[in-house]
């Protein structure tokens, strides 16, 4: 797989693929503190759940360091306050806190604030590392359930660059290709930023994936018309009871899954799973500005009077979703008991691993 890196750590920097200028310029950036990041991750420079997180979790870390205290407790209440004000870029997707809560623990586990500056770095370090693997994981799995469905449609970007590698909706494609099975997938465009058409497409053919783009109102038409076999998407947040989170967009596809009875499979880490929430309805939706509707690469493309509602996600119900790929394994329905049942035996698996 020859797909740059979204990120890159080089025990000293934080380097980040720039992915609003692709599919035409690979271009890295330098993220040297914490405003560097929240515009990063804001203006999705840098996008895609997991990869915000890890993201994030460098940007807290590199900030800390420059914290001009000795006092463990000055220096929490500095690291809180940073990490408020990261968490606070982005809404909808949990990895963001989930990375950044990481970090405010494994900081209460030392009491010198020069071992709180070295353990911060170390476990943004083991965040990127483990989402590398767990997302070459759900590659393995999502390859199995597919089976021999090859004719497969995808929303958004949750590829390689929207990870530490490998993506997750797009990690079968990626792995199939090194494995010999071939896909032909079915890329929607996803108004308004364009993440399937600049990001997916590019990705796709960087590994050699046969991809089709079309535009999000073509899906009906081309499940029907291309004999669509299955569905496979991202997601940005999952409640206990399986409701997920995704790009704008993704609703529309469950629904036409279940319509046309093909399946419907969500591919995400551990790390994106919200235990705190029982159903969607709890989800916070991301509202972004009118200009990214109204406007194409600067171009108006309606009144400056326009209403715009624009909202960056939706929220899927679990009973749209036939089954959720996991770094784990597979969940299948009933989600209110699976989803717990597998994160619990994980995280009792990594507590004796621990041991
Ligand atoms: C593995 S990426 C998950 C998720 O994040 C994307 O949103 P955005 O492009 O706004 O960061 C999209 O919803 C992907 O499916």
Known sequence: MSIPLSIKWDGKQLVVLDQQKLPHEIVYIKLEALKDVYEAIITLKVRGAPAIGITAAYGLAIEAQGYKTNSMIDFLALLKKDATYLGESR???VNLVWALDRLLTVVSLVDSVS???????????????????????IGEFGLSLLGDKTKVMTICNAGSIATAKYGTALAPFHLGKELGKEFEVFACETRPLF??????????????????????????????????????VGADRIAKNGDTANKIGTLNLAILAFVYGIPFYVAAPSSTFDLSINNGVEIPIEERKAEEITHINGKSIALSNTKVFNPAFDVTPAKYITAIITEKGIIYPDYCDNISAQLANSIEKEKNNEN
């Open 115 to 137: 071992d709180a500056k070295q353990i911060l770095i170390e476990e943004a370090i083991v965040i990127h590392k483990e989402d590398e693997e767990s997302c070459r994981n």
């Open 91 to 93: 809404p909808t997707a």
């Open 195 to 232: 993440q399937g058409g600049r990001l997916t497409v590019w990705e796709l053919q960087q590994s050699g994936v046969d991809v089709t783009l079309i535009t999000d109102s073509m899906a009906a038409h081309t499940i029907s018309a291309k004999g669509i076999e299955a569905i496979i």
